[in-house]
């Protein structure tokens, strides 16, 4: 595809959506602040971004508006098929320096993958980059979440055999826990509560907050990460919480959920 820069090509290299109901984690606690992270307005149906590189070998980020587009391109390529992933010039929003996500691949023969100079997209920010992995803070703590999520058999067999790190009595637990009931009273902000399906009639729930992030399955158990717990799992098992399925459930009522 074309970049809206300098009319030069860009290599795509993989795509993500930016929705109310999937957007990286990584980004915000909730679609309107992934959004702000890049600049672009919270509304429509969201945004899927196209990253790759330029004929230099610079790093770029392309906002387009056609979410149908990319999550096509996404649902091939994760079939093993290949799909030429082409926007439309007329549906870029935004074109970003850098990457906010950390990729592991290349284009092949042009140069290797760098960030272009600060304000060469004309905005006169920063490249994107991906956060560090050196410290534990808000980030870390979405995608501890977002890893519990894809591994949840694991995690609950974890729980299920040690107990993990229960800790109904810990207070940040507490204030986690009901600040997600409130969610369900008052409605956050879009992306805040996120279902996706689970099997068997179950729902994999990521609720994030201030401070705090929950990943739990309708009908079963939840785990909570907290900004002041650096890197500890605490456990809200089923059997030591009997208000959990009720909350998860009226949860799952007010969560998005992928079209």
């Known amino acids: 595809m074309s970049d809206d820069e300098g009319g030069g090509s860009l290599y795509v290299l993989t795509a993500v959506l930016l929705t109310p109901a999937q957007f990286p984690s990584i980004l915000g606690d909730d679609f309107p602040e992934a959004c702000s992270l890049l600049g672009v307005p919270p509304g429509g149906d969201g945004y899927g971004l196209v990253l790759g590189q330029d004929e230099e070998g610079a790093r770029w980020t392309v906002v387009v508006d056609d979410v149908s587009l990319v999550a096509t391109a996404i649902a091939s390529w994760d079939c093993g098929m290949e799909y030429d992933l082409s926007p439309d010039e007329r549906s870029i929003v935004v074109s970003l320096a850098g990457w ?73 637990l507490a204030r986690a826990l009901e600040e997600a009931l409130e969610y369900t009273r008052t409605p956050p902000p879009p992306g805040r509560v996120r279902s996706s399906f689970a099997g068997e009639g179950a729902r994999t729930l990521r609720v994030d907050g201030p401070g705090w992030s929950l990943v739990g399955r309708t009908g079963d158990a939840a785990f909570v990460l907290l900004d002041e717990e650096p890197s500890e799992v605490l456990a809200v098992p089923r059997e030591g919480d009997p208000g959990l399925p009720e909350l998860l459930t009226a949860l799952d009522r007010v969560a998005v959920r992928p079209a």
Not at 104 to 125: F, K, N, W
């Open 100 to 172: 906010p996500l950390e990729l592991s691949v290349a284009a092949a023969g042009i140069p290797e993958p760098h960030d272009p100079e600060q304000g060469a997209d004309g905005t006169g920010r920063v490249p994107l980059a991906p956060p560090s992995a050196e410290a534990w803070g808000p980030v870390q703590r979405r995608m501890g979440a977002d890893q519990i999520a894809r591994e949840w058999s694991d995690w609950r067999e974890r729980e299920a055999t040690d107990g993990g790190a229960a800790a109904a009595a810990h207070p940040g």
